[in-house]
């Protein structure tokens, strides 16, 4: 796959890709379509090193969407395989691109579990995130998700 913007090159260089047409009539191809329930094209699974679906994204985005994207798939992978730090990296230089990605409210939402995983499970840290969260984006559903802690 060709990805000529120099930040989409580099956070693909920590994956490992395939890709399938939707059109391929060879049984491989076939099996992975089924497999992953690719519908259209073209489409991203995420997927941790266990196959554990982690992101799925569909359609064309623009390279600092695209980044977005990757960049919080790869802060779940990192959460789901105790990397708080790492996971909350990711999410937080989403959560901050200006102007906003469309999975930026997404990111701040997870960037808050990132923390109260990284300290102690505070309730604290999700008041501090997710405070900010519905500041900046009150009319997301990820703000609407964090309302039922009573941030």
């Known amino acids: 796959m060709t990805y000529p913007r ?9 994956m490992v890709l395939v ?6 009539r060879e049984p491989e191809a076939r099996a992975l379509i089924k497999r992953y329930r690719t519908l259209w094209s ?20 623009q390279g600092p ?26 999410w937080r230089a989403v959560a901050d691109l200006d102007p906003p990605a469309p999975v930026s409210a997404e990111a701040l939402y997870w960037s808050g579990i990132a923390r109260f995983q990284q300290q102690k ?11 900010e969260l519905g500041e900046r984006f009150p009319d997301s559903r990820w703000w609407t998700h964090a309302d039922v802690w009573g941030v």
Request: aromatic residues 12%; charged residues 30%.
């Open 65 to 90: 969407d695209f980044v977005a994207e990757l960049r919080v798939g790869l802060g779940k992978i990192h959460l789901l395989h105790r990397r708080p730090e790492q996971a909350y990296a990711e």
């Open 6 to 14: 120099e930040d989409v090159q580099e956070i693909l260089s920590q």
């Open 121 to 131: 499970k505070s309730v604290d840290w999700l008041r501090e995130y997710w405070s």
């Open 42 to 61: 073209p489409g991203f699974v995420l997927l941790d090193h266990h196959e554990t679906e982690l992101r799925r994204f569909l359609g064309f985005q």
């Open 19 to 24: 890709r399938v047409s939707l059109a391929d």
